[in-house]
């Protein structure tokens, strides 16, 4: 199946700074990614949509300023956490989707960064 | 290698009971999670298994061995609504979820 890489796997970093996520999709063109995070033992929340070449659907309660999301080509999307706090430690996940030649949708996932802030 | 596998598709009917099987390969596990995902949505979370064991949620029910590697994820009294797909995923010893490729579920009246 196809693959989406995120990189890095894991990240420690200060409090205040900031830390720039990855998501490729390596085999297909993704037009929508989708940006989850998780807590230990709890369900994938739902962050943000992101289309190419458009700004980021956010979800309720989630700061567009601070969870900045790039989108710039159909296998690149960036999650950028600004100004981060150890509130932020969570594991980020990405998922692509594609939209194969007969018109049915798959998604596909990442396999998640882990970021501790200290 | 680390991989997961369950069926790529399986056909049940509306009222009956369905399993979906999952098995892993992994270096390392912190437990596994069974999610749905309707077409053009994105998954929910079902249940989370770090124990050997049944758990029982409702209509749901999810199973783990750990010394076998396997999980099943069971549905009963099927609706209509449960046509879906099933995503079983592993996280493993570097926390990384390992994700298999999911089941679509088809349920037919």
């Known amino acids: 199946g196809a693959v989406v890489s995120q990189h890095p796997s894991w990240v420690i970093c200060k409090s205040g700074t900031s830390v720039k996520i990855e998501c490729r999709s390596l085999?297909?063109?993704?037009?929508?990614m989708f940006w989850y995070r998780q807590f230990p033992k709890q369900s994938l929340m739902l962050m943000a949509t992101?289309?190419?070449?458009?700004?980021?659907?956010?979800e309720q309660g989630v700061e567009k300023d601070k969870f900045l999301i790039n989108h710039a080509s159909l296998t690149l999307s960036t999650l950028t956490v600004t100004s981060a706090h150890p509130e932020d430690s969570s594991f980020y996940i990405c998922?692509?989707?594609?939209?194969?030649?007969?018109?049915?949708?798959?998604?596909?996932f990442g396999p998640g960064t882990r970021l501790t802030v200290l | 290698g680390q991989n997961i596998d369950q069926p790529t598709e399986m056909t049940a009917t509306e009222g009956a009971i369905v399993q979906i099987n999952c098995t892993y390969q992994?270096?390392?596990?912190?437990?596994l999670f069974w999610y749905q995902q309707h077409a053009g949505e994105a998954p929910t979370f079902l249940s989370y298994?770090?124990l050997d064991g049944l758990e029982e949620k409702g209509r749901f029910s999810s199973f783990l061995s750990r010394s076998k590697g396997y999980s099943y994820l069971l549905l009963k009294e099927l609706q209509m609504k449960d046509s879906a797909s099933y995503l079983c995923?592993?996280?493993?010893?570097?926390?990384?979820?390992?994700w298999g490729a999911g089941t679509k579920l088809i349920i037919k009246p």
């Open positions: 998922s692509a989707r594609e939209v194969d030649s007969g018109g049915e949708i798959e998604q596909f």
């Open positions: 085999d297909f063109q993704a037009t929508t």
């Open positions: 992101s289309n190419e070449g458009s700004k980021a659907t956010y």
């Open positions: 992994t270096s390392g596990f912190n437990g």
């Open positions: 298994n770090v």
């Open positions: 995923a592993v996280m493993d010893s570097n926390y990384q979820l390992i």
